[in-house]
């Protein structure tokens, strides 16, 4: 069984920094792109930021210049760097991996979100 699971979350300050991680585990062949999304109560899942194999990535609009993501391939990890956070980034954040399971079969691992909340 493959897992994901999210770590960071806090509350933070208008204006302040928070980073975020994701590992993934279990049993996979290999790993795709890994992503960020994020949810508010009663609202969609919406779009963060992606990055690829070679470390290519993009970012939602709303969080282009404030938001990182990068990605440790030797310990299955993915991060994201939030800076400059406002209220509006409020949610709870979701990281999804894409991998291959071993019949080689590619798959969307989902962790259990972890809570960001930006308040003064």
């Known amino acids: 069984q493959v897992q994901v699971v999210e770590s960071g979350g806090d509350l933070v300050q208008p204006g302040g920094s928070l980073r975020l991680s994701c590992g993934i585990s279990g049993n996979f062949l290999s790993i795709g792109d890994m992503k960020w999304w994020r949810q508010v109560p009663g609202g969609q899942r919406d779009f963060v930021a992606t990055i690829g194999l070679n470390g290519d990535h993009y970012y939602d609009e709303a969080v282009k210049g404030r938001f990182t993501i990068s990605r440790d391939s030797t310990k299955n990890m993915v991060y994201l760097q939030m800076n400059s956070l406002d209220p509006e980034d409020t949610a709870v954040y979701y990281c999804?991996?894409?991998?291959?399971?071993?019949?080689?079969?590619?798959?969307?691992?989902w962790g259990q979100g972890t809570q960001v909340t930006v308040s003064s």
């Open positions: 999804n991996v894409r991998y291959r399971d071993p019949a080689y079969i590619w798959r969307d691992g």
